[in-house]
């Protein structure tokens, strides 16, 4: 019955989409996207100017009916659909329009007038189709460079280079100090200066990030490292796709049609992998901190601000050298048509905004605004990190309670978005249509008010410090004994998420209307139920339950890979950014494409994230477990509750 349903919503997607708009109609209509030769126009000089212009169309005034307007306000009537009436064009201004070639100069001193005369010049071109334009939004270049190298650009270039200096000292003295003896070795690395530089070691850190725990309590943690790894390949992939929208397309059908694809859906309602990172997180914490603490009389609230101290350090350090950069040399790496928007946004935004993101309150603050959009995460985890610090807290005092605790904390994360979502009438779903896409996002409120708040995340965490506390619980007891709880273990596991994500292709249809409190019911169970499959599977792995899937996360790679993506996450948008922005072109999306284009991102992504892990990341660990002051008493179980890469640490600091 269902596939019979699922074949009709696709045929009148299909009708809808193609039948609609024939091919002729819509090769009638002015191409939305267009790119002059930037680096010839800047071959002219003196004389070149290179725009890129939002046009707003409109019908001529007092003209007869335009054939070509109607198809426009038929296909824009769809929010699937790109906006045809509006037209972003890079043009090389005296080559597109001759007739401002002999006054290019003084159009470029005065931005109104530049303005007016690609108002003539386009309106004049789109006549014989009954058309007139308007700019709306315009960014212009000549020869010479956009943004010029400022004082902060040469402080940011001088912290750097002192940091790679120090770091190839460190590494010559701590790695010609291993062709010694051993005790020459031992005795250079106990003295304070010793340990402080061996913190800045290459070949030390390198060592760090390969190091396995020998810990037996550590054997139902074997598995994150490759559900971080392949979390990470999903998220690259989702990004790569996301940026390559922000481009010109030369095949704009492609994301207007994409929602009809089930093949498509993957990417289209995927946005739920998120909830893998925010299980991880929750699900070490809570393990963790009942390891830690299971023989200690009383829990103090100190625990909870250092725990909170050294997580912040942690994380910041590394944050803070990627803003430093996206703030400063990022605009400078190269220039093109799409430079500045894809680019020099990032710069711009980091500029004004890089102090939100050190108080991991970009989620809320300024959202349209955010540097590294992609560290709303960050924000939200930190943010359910010392919410769940406070539950753990409340079940440590209470632990016979501790179902109920958790079970409410479920609740209030269930809650929370039905809640939301009902009283401000949000979508269904979060649409990834191609204007979405083209704003990155930024204008659709399911995103700004459901998606990135960690309030309205807090199921997922509630859903990892069960796993975390039920891991616990059964850590020296198999619970799969039998074959219908392995059945049972791979239906959960891939079924629940699956359907979460497929059911997207019902949802999509244009016919098809949700019920507000329908809608708000959805965005709450959905990413609950996908959570909940996650969790099931990070159980069963736990278990050794999964076969090759097991097999698949638990391959020694992986265990190194898997240790970088933090360090991956903070750099991967920026090389995205660079690799879309420099684009000369128009794009052409297919799956294939973004396919290809992920794989080399993910990859260039590993080698800088490992010179960041290496160079900033690593030494941060080091240096803090040497020099941040412990507490007197108990220093060692607090200690104990922080989480990170290598080193044979118990906890993992972050998720990701």
């Not at 009389?297 to 625990?303: I, Q």
């Not at 979502?421 to 704003?439: H, S």
Request: proline share 4%.
């Amino acid at each position: 019955m269902w596939v019979i349903r699922i074949v009709i919503v696709l045929s009148a997607l299909f009708f809808c989409v193609c039948v609609k708009i024939t091919d002729e109609e819509y090769a009638l209509m002015p191409e939305i996207f267009h790119l002059d030769d930037f680096d010839r126009c800047l071959m002219l000089g003196k004389d070149a100017l290179y725009c890129t212009v939002q046009m707003q169309l409109a019908p001529i005034r007092n003209s007869t009916s335009s054939r070509v307007w109607a198809i426009i306000q038929k296909i824009i009537s769809n929010p699937k659909n790109y906006r045809h009436d509006w037209l972003r064009h890079g043009i090389c201004v005296p080559l597109s329009c001759p007739d401002m070639a002999n006054d290019i100069l003084n159009y470029i001193d005065n931005e109104t007038s530049l303005m007016d005369a690609i108002d003539r010049c386009y309106s004049s071109k789109l006549q014989s189709l009954g058309l007139q334009s308007s700019v709306m939004e315009m960014h212009c270049e000549t020869e010479k460079p956009f943004y010029d190298i400022d004082n902060y650009d040469i402080a940011v270039a001088i912290c750097f280079i002192v940091l790679i200096i120090t770091v190839l000292c460190a590494s010559f003295y701590e790695g010609f100090a291993r062709y010694k003896s051993k005790a020459y070795y031992r005795r250079i690395t106990s003295t304070k200066r010793g340990r402080i530089i061996a913190c800045f070691s290459i070949p030390k850190n390198w060592d760090r990030l390969k190091a396995n725990s020998s810990d037996p309590n550590a054997e139902p943690l074997k598995c994150i490292n490759g559900l971080r790894f392949y979390t990470i390949v999903l998220v690259v992939m989702a990004h790569t796709s996301m940026v390559g929208f922000l481009t010109y397309a030369s095949n704009p059908k492609f994301g207007e049609t994409m929602t009809s694809d089930p093949i498509n859906m993957l990417f289209v309602n995927g946005s739920y992998s998120i909830q893998l990172f925010m299980i991880i997180s929750s699900w070490l914490l809570c393990y963790n901190f009942f390891l830690v603490f299971e023989k200690q009389p009383k829990f103090k609230l100190g625990y909870i601000l250092y725990a909170f101290i050294h997580r912040y350090i942690r994380l910041s350090v590394p944050l803070l050298a990627v803003i430093a950069f996206n703030a400063t040399w990022l605009q400078h790496i190269n220039r093109g048509p799409l430079w500045d928007k894809v680019v020099g946004t990032e710069y711009r935004n980091c500029r004004k905004n890089w102090w939100v993101n050190l108080l991991y309150i970009n989620n809320y603050y300024d959202v349209k605004n955010m540097c590294m959009l992609q560290t709303w995460y960050l924000a939200a985890d930190t943010q359910l990190f010392v919410l769940s610090l406070v539950v753990l807290a409340i079940i440590w005092n209470h632990k016979n309670r501790a179902p109920i605790i958790l079970g409410t904390f479920l609740g209030v994360g269930l809650a929370v978005p039905v809640i939301v979502n009902y009283v401000n009438d949000y979508n269904i779903l979060l649409r990834q249509y191609p204007e979405n896409l083209y704003k990155i996002m930024l204008e659709v409120p399911e995103w700004l008010y459901m998606t990135i708040p960690g309030h309205t995340n807090i199921s997922g965490f509630a859903i990892g410090l069960i796993v975390g506390y039920v891991i616990y619980k059964y850590r020296n007891r198999k619970l799969f004994t039998r074959t219908h709880h392995h059945v049972l273990w791979w239906v959960t596991t891939f079924g629940l998420p699956l359907t979460v994500v497929y059911v997207g292709i019902p949802l999509y249809d244009d016919e098809y209307v949700a019920t507000p409190f329908g809608a708000a019911l959805y965005v709450s169970l959905g990413k609950a139920a996908y959570g909940l499959g996650m969790g099931v599977a990070c159980f069963g792995l736990s278990q050794n339950v999964g076969w090759l899937l097991r097999d698949a996360v638990m391959l020694p790679p992986l265990q190194v890979l898997g240790r970088l993506t933090y360090c991956i996450y903070l750099v991967h948008v920026a090389l995205i950014r660079i690799r879309s922005g420099q684009a000369r072109s128009k794009s052409y999306l297919t799956v294939h494409t973004f396919a290809i284009q992920s794989c080399g991102d993910l990859i260039l992504g590993y080698v800088i994230g490992l010179v960041l892990c290496l160079f900033v990341e690593m030494p941060t660990s080091a240096l803090q477990k040497l020099m941040m002051p412990k507490l007197k008493k108990d220093s060692k179980n607090v200690n104990d509750l922080q989480m990170q890469n290598g080193d044979n640490d118990k906890v993992v600091e972050t998720n990701i």
